[in-house]
């Protein structure tokens, strides 16, 4: 029988008291306790029972302890302690920290939600701020990720000043943790759902700015007493959906009394891509002081030392500027950097150069039936929407990660994937036509087996008078909607001859490789700009 964890008061682990119970969460217990060698209060963090004895959560728990003993901050609560003890013949393994009496953020936020009431003043704020963020940057610069950001995992001392804690699921880049090399799955996605940033859905790499994301939505909580998205905590296909293409109502709008320049602020730091967001967590507290201040001129320092203004720095500007790394720099303010190893760094030896989507390829590489000056004619004088043609089987983990990305970028106007609702005996290509209209462009996803899928009768599924896929790039290319192929999950060209030849056309269109991680964000990235010069190209 395993020992009660709610039920350890009055035990003593290592040379530690048990006084009372804090409370419990997922994977521990804890409890105030007196540390009698030093004559003080302490929490201590005890680890469930039925837990210690699978793997994956007693490395995690041992990564905690070995992760924060390494960090020194004023703002980071210090691990005084670390082991295992026997209680009734079981071993439980517990963390001895520094006790915060002052009770957490969680607490000050939970009696506003109900009035939608500003939980502090914005000086505080910008001094919570201030401490939760140089924190962070001081973790961030030791190479480690908290992944955790949450109201619950903010505490406060005696005096009011606020600590972090709970380095629990932490990833530290620099070293590779006993949790991590058991492989899990479990690692893909964790987190509290109200503050997992997009890109952690959609499985990319993680980064610090993971951490600013979640802090700007609990800033954003602060200010205006409400919930940032309209999902539940725990709902998680809604938060799913609110992180990725949802957005927050400007916090100016909640609360006419302040600048509106400080919900500019908030929604830089919470952009949807975490390269819109400010480089460190310090600038996102300077930048909100500043805007405290009505200092709409503040500055922020760039990696390469130039500096912009800061109201050049909102999502949607920052988004869509030019800059050193941008198709359109690359192609005519900066050409020397775009070498060879640039070009064969994303396109296959046997598919054309990526440079599609400038003016140079608008008039010079698409067939004269593609050309879009002809195309759109009519009312459309820019490129409008994107349909998405694939097969769900061939790449559906990497279509929806994309077509998540489109929608992120040029919102759910802008995107169509695949047809839905087709009536039973309709002309499906028919069908298709109808959606293709004018300003359309076709973005073919093409997998490993888009050619090889068989289906139980050993027939290839492109030769099927029903597959969607063969049917959509047909009806794309018999209403002259520019194609754009994008090989994905390994994907290449095969000889044409095992091309149905009714799309064999599909591949004198150019081309573009989108890899996996870790590559898959650049290439998306690359993608995305090209893209948006052609959204914004006037034809």
Not at 124 to 150: C, N, S, T
Not at 261 to 283: D, G, N
Not at 437 to 446: M, Y
Request: net charge neutral.
């Amino acid at each position: 029988m395993s020992i009660n964890i709610q039920n350890l008061t009055g035990t003593r682990l290592g040379q530690v008291g048990l006084k009372r119970l804090l409370g419990t969460g997922g994977m521990s217990a804890v409890y105030e306790g007196y540390q009698m060698s030093l004559r003080r209060q302490v929490a201590v963090k005890v680890l469930k029972p039925e837990l210690a004895h699978q793997d994956h959560y007693l490395a995690r728990f041992n990564d905690e302890a070995e992760i924060a003993a390494q960090l020194t901050h004023q703002h980071i609560v210090p691990i005084y302690d670390y082991g295992v003890d026997s209680q009734d013949d079981h071993e439980v393994s517990f963390i001895v920290m520094r006790m915060l009496p002052g009770g957490s953020l969680w607490d000050r936020i939970r009696p506003h939600l109900a009035d939608g009431t500003p939980v502090m003043p914005l000086p505080e704020i910008a001094a919570l701020l201030r401490q939760i963020g140089g924190a962070l940057d001081y973790a961030h610069h030791k190479g480690v990720v908290h992944r955790d950001i949450k109201p619950s995992n903010i505490m406060f001392d005696e005096q009011g000043t606020a600590c972090l804690v709970d380095f629990g699921i932490a990833q530290m880049h620099n070293k590779v943790m006993r949790s991590a090399k058991l492989g899990s799955q479990q690692d893909t996605l964790m987190g509290t759902f109200a503050y997992i940033a997009p890109e952690l859905w959609l499985g990319e790499l993680v980064t610090g700015a993971v951490d600013q994301y979640a802090l700007g939505l609990i800033i954003y909580t602060l200010i205006t007493g409400h919930a940032p998205h309209n999902a539940g905590p725990n709902e998680e296909y809604r938060m799913r959906s609110e992180h990725l293409t949802g957005r927050i109502i400007p916090a100016h709008k909640v609360r006419p009394d302040i600048p509106e320049v400080l919900s500019a602020v908030i929604e830089r730091a919470v952009a949807k891509r975490p390269e819109q967001r400010f480089r460190t967590v310090k600038a996102f507290a300077d930048a909100f002081e500043a805007a405290l201040r009505g200092d709409v001129q503040a500055l922020e320092q760039d990696a390469d030392g130039s500096t912009r203004k800061f109201t050049n720095l909102k999502p949607t500007v920052l988004r869509n500027r030019v800059d050193e790394f941008s198709p359109r720099a690359l192609h005519e303010a900066q050409p020397a950097k775009y070498t060879a190893k640039d070009e064969t760094r994303i396109v296959p030896a046997n598919a054309q150069t990526l440079n599609m989507l400038t003016d140079e390829y608008l008039t010079r590489n698409l067939r004269p039936q593609y050309d879009l000056n002809l195309l759109l004619k009519r009312n459309d004088k820019h490129v409008s929407r994107l349909f998405m043609i694939y097969r769900a089987d061939d790449v559906v983990k990497t279509a929806d990660k994309i077509c998540s990305r489109f929608k992120i970028h040029f919102g759910s106007k802008a995107v169509f994937n695949e047809v839905e609702n087709i009536p039973l005996g309709a002309n499906i290509k028919k069908t298709i036509k109808s959606v293709l209209t004018s300003g359309t462009i076709g973005i073919v996803l093409i997998g490993p087996h888009w050619l090889d899928a068989k289906d139980s009768s050993g027939v290839r599924c492109i030769d099927r008078p029903n597959d969607m896929l063969r049917i959509s790039i047909e009806a794309a290319l018999e209403a002259e909607i520019p194609l754009i192929p994008l090989l994905v999950d390994g994907a290449d060209y095969p000889p044409t001859t095992l091309i149905p030849e009714s799309i064999r056309d599909l591949v004198q269109h150019r081309g573009a490789v989108v890899r996996t991680e870790p590559e898959f964000h650049d290439d998306m990235t690359r993608l995305v700009e090209q893209l948006e010069l052609l959204f914004k190209q006037q034809l």
